[in-house]
């Protein structure tokens, strides 16, 4: 398994400068395609002959989960929360986790993780597995596939907006 990780600066650094030049192209050139922006984008990284950047790539998640989870960390201690976690059948629970983890707890684990870089990503495979460990021992291990893990967040991000933000207003 080739381990990712250490890419995530790199292509986070990519995402933002993506980001950035976009804003400034549509107040410079509001009428140039996407897809032209997209291809003087990668020439201008001198990206274009590597054939390597995607915007769905793992600095993106990462950023994502991190955003999502870790910064708000108060809402998922919440007691009251109603996420309904509709995409746990997309995590394989590896040993020593229990399967039937409440959801408050399984989100506080996942975002321990997190904080503490207890994650690997295997590119070959296409898997993210995220684990934690409590005094030395490891108390959580999921697995997931790169493909899922965009309707995790997906949720969570909705949940976020249309839940979360709405009880604030």
């Known amino acids: 398994m080739t381990d990712s990780r250490e890419d995530i600066p790199k292509w986070t650094w990519y995402n933002g400068q993506f980001l ?3 804003d400034e192209q549509l107040k410079q050139n509001p009428n140039m395609t996407i897809y032209d922006f997209f291809q003087e984008f990668l020439t201008n990284q001198k990206l274009q002959s590597l054939n390597i950047y995607h915007t769905k790539n793992q600095g993106t998640v990462i950023l994502l989960l991190y955003g999502l989870l870790v910064i708000p960390k108060e809402i998922w201690e919440e007691t009251n929360t109603n996420f309904k976690f509709e995409s746990r059948d997309k995590f394989t629970f590896n040993h020593p986790t229990d399967k039937n983890l409440d959801t408050i707890t399984f989100l506080r684990l ?3 993780s997190l904080s503490h870089a207890n994650f690997a990503i295997d590119i070959e495979n ?13 108390n959580f291990e999921v697995e997931i596939r790169y493909d899922d893990i965009g309707v995790f967040l997906s949720e969570v991000g909705k949940y976020y907006i249309n839940e ?3 009880k604030r207003i």
């Open 20 to 22: 950035f030049q976009f």
């Open 110 to 112: 996942l975002r321990n």
């Open 126 to 138: 296409k898997r993210l597995k995220f684990w934690n460990d409590y005094k030395g021992i490891k």
């Open 164 to 166: 979360v933000m709405n």
